[in-house]
T-cell receptor, first 114, second 112 residues
Framework: EAGVAQSPRYKIIEKRQSVAFWCNPI?????LYWYQQILGQGPKLLIQ????????DSQLPKDRFSAERLKGVDSTLKIQPAKLEDSAVYLC????????????FGQGTRLTVV | DAKTTQPPSMDCAEGRAANLPCNHS???????VYWYRQIHSQGPQYIIH???NNETNEMASLIITEDRKSSTLILPHATLRDTAVYYC?????????????FGKGTTLSVSS
């Protein structure tokens, strides 16, 4: 079974530029999560989707971050404009449903803002 | 905010049992204890979860105290590949939108 796919693996941008990350969850998984992991910390939830609807985006900095999952499958996370403090690993995870006991994580995209 | 407290780091000799503690004194009756681990440069990986009974699978054992205020993850025979950050998470599956909330975890270093 293919895992959660994320791209790119690494990205370096200058501050004030924009960037987008892509996630392809495991086939059939209705729930999709985006997490931000700053070096030395645990992952922090940014947004949770159930199919193509947003369940929780309370921790998403909406002035610069946006995410979508238009067809309930793939998802993109965008940052515009980026700040130095956005340097982190962005992890995508998926599960069969919100009540599933196991979430599957991708390898993440490491973003460096200079 | 994370509802658990874990030591920041632990060491273990290869082949010995690794016992990772977790305090969750405010756990509610409908909340489960989950353990995930994150190997360097990878995403977190599910290990095990439990409600109040002890649980065992091919990866580890989970021991939950009778009052459910603390638990211990046991890796019976640690190997170098078990070096990782281990996260203890409490989570309710009774409510919508119950995503995993991670703390800082315990960095386990297994040495030969």
């Amino acid at each position: 079974e293919a895992g959660v796919a994320q791209s790119p693996r690494y990205k370096i941008i200058e501050k004030r530029q924009s960037v987008a990350f892509w996630c392809n969850p495991i086939s059939g998984h209705a729930t999709l999560y985006w997490y931000q992991q700053i070096l030395g910390q645990g992952p922090k939830l940014l947004i949770q989707f159930q199919n193509n609807g947003v369940v929780d985006d309370s921790q998403l900095p909406k002035d610069r971050f946006s995410a979508e999952r238009l067809k309930g499958v793939d998802s993109t996370l965008k940052i515009q404009p980026a700040k130095l403090e956005d340097s982190a690993v962005y992890l995508c995870a998926s599960s069969l449903s919100q009540a599933s006991t196991e979430a599957f994580f991708g390898q993440g995209t490491r973003l460096t803002v200079v | 905010d994370a509802k658990t407290t874990q030591p920041p780091s632990m060491d273990c000799a290869e082949g010995r049992a690794a016992n990772l503690p977790c305090n969750h004194s405010t756990i509610s009756g409908n909340e489960y204890v989950y353990w995930y681990r994150q190997i360097h440069s990878q995403g977190p990986q599910y290990i095990i979860h439990g409600l109040k009974n002890n649980e065992t699978n091919e990866m580890a054992s989970l021991i939950i105290t009778e009052d459910r205020k603390s638990s211990t993850l046991i890796l019976p025979h640690a190997t170098l590949r078990d070096t990782a950050v281990y996260y203890c998470i409490v989570r309710s599956t009774n409510q919508a939108g119950t995503a995993l909330i991670f703390g800082k975890g315990t960095t386990l270093s297994v040495s030969s």
